[in-house]
């Protein structure tokens, strides 16, 4: 508590010895924040809305009556469907997290050889690595279908995980990040014993976190906001997440209105993890941001 | 403790480059400590990773104790290493850095705890044995760094330019400290310098090296009076040796060194040498330290016989307890002496200087070698 009242006397004192410019940078980047805050102060309320205001016109920011009723009525709405939006939801958890964790994990074991062991073909794999950033995922579809199909892993939790645990821009960020933990150390370690396995795990792995934080992220958000797997590479309803939900309530359905509730209710639900989760780590990203020299 | 043999051995980055060391042959005995000095790029950090096992030799042996270590990983060469930036796992504290070898090789749980508490104390680092290495100034962290390195009680002890990050002050201290224990541990001790003033205080021996290859091997004494070479001479001791050349002349049986300013004699017990040589009407190249130059007196006029060695000051330094006094002798010949601080001339004046001849240096002109 007292750090915080510290914190803050220090940034008025800051705040008084701001130049002119200084100040309008400050007022207008301001400004740009709170711009910037809109989609989700409507993303927010918009969940909160009560049936009559959903379709206000102009639209509303603010909920006037907020209520829980649109949550309620996503659940009661797929009761009756074949499948509960609880299954989607459970879907869509169990693949964010496998992916969360393995992308991880093979980034940095990827990344850590390429940076600080010799061996022939190292400039080339790490090229191929760098240009497989450049294809969108629509191009790989359809040869990602027939590799998908062939190993036989259609509607199963493999289908979702697989193509995307291969993270070329997760490697890439770690493997800048490890250029830069010095060579001495890994071979002080070496002197003192060390076996390789040990010097990854108490050296490399601590001193990336911040980078592992980024990529944690970058995968956790793109899992979690896929539906692509869902609609390439599932047949059964059951094995489909979430984001492919919200999009039949809005898109594929007859009538257009009933469940825009839901619909509403549900995005609230896809934006939240992706929040918290940013918050959590948004420190380490940063420095990861800062080591790479990438924005 | 134990001795490190070098046999002929040589270290290639490239198939087709130049060798970063070129047929190093030397002995390191039991206890010594040995200075490898040289300019940056002369090979002696890759002589030094190649004990560590850091880097593969392309040719040649290197045995420490009896035991040829060529194919040993660097964890069974029973070795510490010291680095310049002193290499501490960022992400541990004090203690986890300095415990870290030991639980590697399970030591027990007590005896690290205890072993590191009496080391820190030695060192005087107790008090900080919580924290992060990055909560420590520059000199902290090397002494952390040495006593991980103690802890491990090691054959051989390699340093490689372990005070450069340091500043000056701070440089002196952990030199006599690095002194010390080498006394108290007596373990032999390879440490890598550019440093000369580092090589010649702390050394047993000095390796001097350049380009991958080794110039002088001896004590700090020989080297510093006695270099082989020119490269030896002028790298060795601050400020420079003085070098004026000019052309050995025979006059009534006596050896002269003359240059277009004036003449000296040689002094006989270096006649032999030079008339070996075959140097005598040669010009060669003559070397003698600052401070061994005296001045002898104020002139106003300028000389006409030649026996006199005159020259005009250009500039002075004072050192504290010395002062540097540059003297223009003409036709580009320069000269440095070491005065004591209170001898002050002011810029322009025509000075009379004598040498120490017994401390004289003659090289070959062309090759630089020294001529004995």
């Known amino acids: ?295 | 403790m134990a001795r490190v043999l070098f046999n002929n051995v040589v270290k290639r980055y490239n198939k087709s480059g130049q060798l970063s060391v070129d047929h190093f042959n030397l002995e390191i005995e039991d206890q010594e400590f040995m200075v490898l000095v040289g300019p940056s790029g002369c090979g002696k950090s890759t002589t030094l990773r190649m004990v560590a096992g850091l880097e593969q030799i392309s040719s040649g042996d290197i045995y420490i104790g009896d035991q040829l270590v060529n194919d040993v990983p660097p964890k069974k060469r029973d070795i510490a290493m010291v680095f310049q930036n002193y290499a501490l796992y960022p992400n541990m504290s004090i203690f986890e850095n300095m415990a870290f070898g030991l639980r590697l090789r399970k030591t027990e749980k007590h005896v690290i705890e205890s072993s590191v508490k009496s080391q820190s104390r030695t060192l005087e680092i107790e008090h900080l044995l919580e924290r992060k290495p990055k909560q420590l100034s520059g000199g902290q962290r090397q002494r952390v760094a040495l006593g991980r390195a103690i802890l491990r009680t090691p054959q051989v002890f390699l340093m490689d330019e372990p005070l450069s990050n340091l500043d000056a002050k701070l440089r002196v201290q952990m030199r006599e400290m690095i002194i010390e224990l080498h006394r108290e541990l007596a373990t032999t001790m390879i440490y890598v310098t550019h440093d000369q003033t580092e090589a010649m205080t702390m050394g047993t021996r000095i390796c001097v090296m350049k380009d991958g290859l080794i110039m002088q091997v001896d004590t700090p004494e020989v080297v510093y009076n006695r270099p082989v070479n020119r490269f030896v001479a002028s790298f060795i001791g601050s400020p420079e040796m003085n070098f004026l050349q000019g052309t050995i002349m025979e006059k009534e049986r006596s050896l002269y060194f003359s240059t277009k300013r004036f003449f000296m004699e040689i002094p006989y017990s270096m006649h032999e040498a030079l008339r070996a040589g075959g140097n005598v009407d040669r010009s060669v190249t003559m070397g003698i330290r600052p401070e061994n130059l005296q001045i002898v007196r104020e002139l106003d006029e300028p000389p006409t016989d030649g026996t006199q060695i005159t020259g005009i000051v250009t500039f002075s330094e004072l050192m504290g307890a010395d002062r540097y006094i540059h003297l223009d002798l003409g036709h580009e010949q320069k000269l440095v002496i070491r005065a004591p601080a209170f001898t002050k001339y002011a810029d322009g004046t025509r000075l009379e200087v004598t040498m120490k001849s017994e401390f004289i240096n003659f090289f070959h002109r062309e090759t630089g070698n020294a001529i004995r």
């Open chain 1, 1 to 295: 508590m007292r750090d915080w009242a510290y914190n803050l006397k220090k940034g008025f004192r800051s705040l008084r010895r701001m130049t002119t410019f200084q100040w309008i940078l400050f007022v207008a980047m301001t400004l740009l924040a709170a711009f910037m805050l809109l989609p989700i102060v409507y993303l927010v309320n918009h969940a909160l809305k009560p049936f009559n205001e959903l379709f206000l016109y102009p639209p509303t920011f603010i909920a006037k009556q907020p209520t829980l009723q649109n949550f309620t009525d996503l659940i009661v709405v797929t009761q009756s469907s074949a499948v509960p939006v609880t299954r989607y939801l459970f879907n869509s958890i169990v693949m964010s997290v496998l992916v969360f964790f393995t992308s991880c994990l093979i980034s940095v074991l990827c990344a850590y050889p390429l940076s600080k062991h010799k061996f022939p073909g190292r400039g080339i794999i790490f090229s191929g690595i760098i240009i497989s950033l450049m294809f969108a995922p629509e191009m790989v579809g359809i040869p990602r279908y027939f590799v998908i199909s062939n190993l036989g892993i259609i509607n199963t939790y493999w289908g979702h995980v697989l193509p995307l645990v291969a993270m070329p821009v997760g490697v890439f960020l770690m493997k800048q990040f490890i250029d830069q933990i010095p060579d001495e150390l890994l071979e002080a370690a070496k002197v003192e014993g060390a076996k390789e396995l040990r010097i990854f795990a108490k050296i490399v792995v601590p001193l990336c976190m911040p980078a592992v934080a980024t990529t944690a992220i970058l995968s956790f958000q793109t899992a979690w906001s896929s539906d692509e797997t869902s609609t390439l590479f599932m047949e059964d309803e059951t094995m489909k997440t979430l984001p492919f939900f919200v999009n039949t309530l809005t898109n594929n359905l007859s009538n257009n209105v009933a469940n825009q509730g839901a619909a509403a209710a549900v995005a609230l639900l896809l934006f939240l993890p992706n929040f918290i989760i940013f918050l959590a780590m948004q420190k380490k990203v940063i420095t990861t941001m800062m080591h790479s020299g990438i924005k």
